[in-house]
């Protein structure tokens, strides 16, 4: 068993192997996760897509991303937890230590993540100085998703470009420990890496970004639909729907449960049974 990733030593880990995130709403994805050797689980907020069926991101509240957190920490408690503040509770610094705080006391988080730069930059500097590592997120910024005017790639134009670069200063300068950079074109991705001190993770940013995340389903094949850029390495959503359909028919034809997944008991205590309430011998068995 590795140890448990510090925000400390995560920032230190830039120009090492790539760093490997994933994503993890519950205690089995996140033992899997852990037993896996992931380097970092992040709660994302994505949970409001991937579990809670929602379109966005936007429904989620505070109270989800902690009840989810909890189930994530007991399932991996050897693994650095990232838990997203979600939408709207980061509008201000005192709002941003109030939400931040609640994460790290009732979930027993290692770091926050927030999306945007130099707008949430107050909020950044002042969870900062208090002790609450933050992760940065920059590029398509799905709490966003109205302004950006969907879930389209990010940073494709000069100005644009610039823009991302300035934010990704100005977080690094604020203190954060790790920057997760989401659908952006990957030479964007590689230069925003080769310019700032801190890691960055890409998730549609190409290959040249310090570490890499995608959401648990993508990874393991469990999404209906999948982004251009998520690679599933797995076929899970095949294996379970199988096992579901073999299940179904096993149950439809009574060979399931069989003798070996029954429990039984003695002849003898069954007579005596049949006959205690029957007043008759011997048993129908
Ligand atoms: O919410 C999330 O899962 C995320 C990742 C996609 C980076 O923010």
Not at 23 to 50: C, F, H, K, P, R
Not at 68 to 77: D, E, F, I, N, Y
Not at 92 to 121: F, P, S, Y
Request: charged share 20%; with cysteine; hydrophobic share 40%.
């Amino acid at each position: 068993m590795s140890e448990r990733m510090t925000a400390h030593a995560l920032k230190g880990a830039k120009g090492h192997t790539p760093l490997v995130w994933i994503t993890a709403y519950d205690y089995t994805q996140a033992q899997l996760a852990e037993e896996a050797g992931v380097d970092v689980i992040l709660v994302g907020d994505s949970v409001g897509t991937t579990v809670m069926g929602y379109t966005s991101t936007i429904p989620v509240t505070l109270d989800h991303m902690v009840y989810h957190a909890t189930l994530v920490r007991r399932g991996a408690p050897n693994t650095m937890m990232v838990v997203d503040l979600p939408f709207l509770t980061y509008t201000n610094a005192q709002d941003a230590l109030k939400h931040a705080g609640r994460i790290m006391q009732d979930t027993l988080a290692d770091a926050v993540k927030l999306e945007g730069g130099r707008r949430v930059l107050d909020a950044v500097e002042s969870l900062v100085r208090h002790d609450i590592p933050v992760v940065g997120h920059l590029g398509l910024t799905p709490q966003s998703v109205h302004r950006l005017g969907g879930y389209r790639v990010q940073a494709r134009t000069r100005d644009s470009i610039k823009d991302l670069l300035e934010d990704a200063r100005a977080l690094t300068n604020a203190g954060i420990c790790a920057l997760v950079l989401e659908g952006i074109p990957d030479r964007v991705a590689a230069f925003v890496t080769q310019e700032i001190s801190v890691p960055t993770i890409g998730i549609g940013a190409g290959n040249q970004t310090d570490g890499q995340v995608l959401v648990f389903h993508d990874c393991v094949g469990l999404s209906p639909h999948l982004p251009k850029f998520a690679k599933p390495f797995a076929d899970a959503r095949t294996a379970i729907l199988t096992g579901l359909g073999q299940y179904r028919e096993a149950v439809q034809a009574r060979t399931f449960p069989d003798d070996d997944h029954s429990y039984h008991i003695t002849d003898k205590e069954w007579q005596a049974f049949w006959s205690d309430i029957t007043h008759r011998s011997p048993s129908p068995s």
